[in-house]
């Protein structure tokens, strides 16, 4: 059953508010299933929310996959309704606001823990590949973070002339190509590499520069620019 669907109210004086004290003192002090069994248990106030929490990474692999995944495939673990996948979403949308203000806030280049960190949150566990292209004025600063395609669970076609094309759009004078493998594999495939490549020469004859191509997966990262691919 969804939201609210028990009567079996949890002690809101006592295991919650310990819970709650706990929280307001130090974040750091929440296990990770105890954090979402809080969560939960705004939006299903009338529930005890610990084993659907508990139930919940262990679908999805731990916090951040449970965050990151899509709301359908959320919505179909038993006991979680509309409000409860919302409540999920919500925390997981504020997380990336808050990311993404950390990337815009400096130069792209000066910057690149803090982009890592955005992208992982937001690409890392997804379960259809995506590739983003971000896009950068003359100082590195971030003018655009977009979403070039969503392909099936193999694969997300982009065409050099799509992203030459937008980046001309926007009057961008670099870009950095993004995407994830949703096998959880970051190392970057030939086509990946052959790709990048493929950009950047296009991307000379018009003065933009492609300051790399990051593959994201659950097992980590990879920097074409780093590993000499590009």
């Not at 002690?11 to 954090?35: F, N, P, S």
């Not at 994830?180 to 990048?196: K, Q, V």
């Amino acid at each position: 059953m969804g939201d609210g669907g028990s009567d079996a109210i949890t002690d809101g004086t006592g295991h919650r508010a310990r819970l709650r004290a706990r929280l307001l003192a130090d974040h750091d002090a929440l296990l990770d299933h105890e954090l979402i069994e809080y969560l939960l248990a705004l939006a299903i106030p009338r529930r005890d929310t610990k084993p659907l929490a508990k139930a919940l990474l262990h679908e999805f692999g731990g916090i951040a996959g449970l965050l990151t995944a899509d709301a359908e495939a959320i919505a179909r673990v038993p006991g979680m309704g509309e409000t409860s996948v919302a409540a999920l979403k919500i925390a997981h949308a504020a997380a990336l606001r808050l990311l993404k203000g950390e990337v815009a806030a400096r130069p792209i280049l000066s910057n690149w823990q803090a982009l890592l960190d955005y992208l992982r949150a937001d690409m890392a566990h997804h379960a259809i590949e995506r590739v983003r292209v971000l896009h950068l004025n003359s100082r590195n600063m971030l003018i655009r973070d977009e979403l070039m395609q969503e392909g099936s669970v193999d694969e997300a076609p982009v065409y050099v002339r799509e992203v030459i094309r937008r980046a001309i759009d926007l009057g961008s004078t670099a870009i950095i190509l993004v995407h994830n493998h949703p096998s959880g594999d970051p190392s970057p495939s030939r086509a990946d590499i052959e790709l990048t490549r493929n950009i950047v020469e296009a991307g000379k004859r018009l003065g933009i520069a492609v300051h790399d191509h990051i593959v994201l997966g659950s097992g980590g990262h990879v920097s074409l620019r780093a590993q000499g691919l590009m």
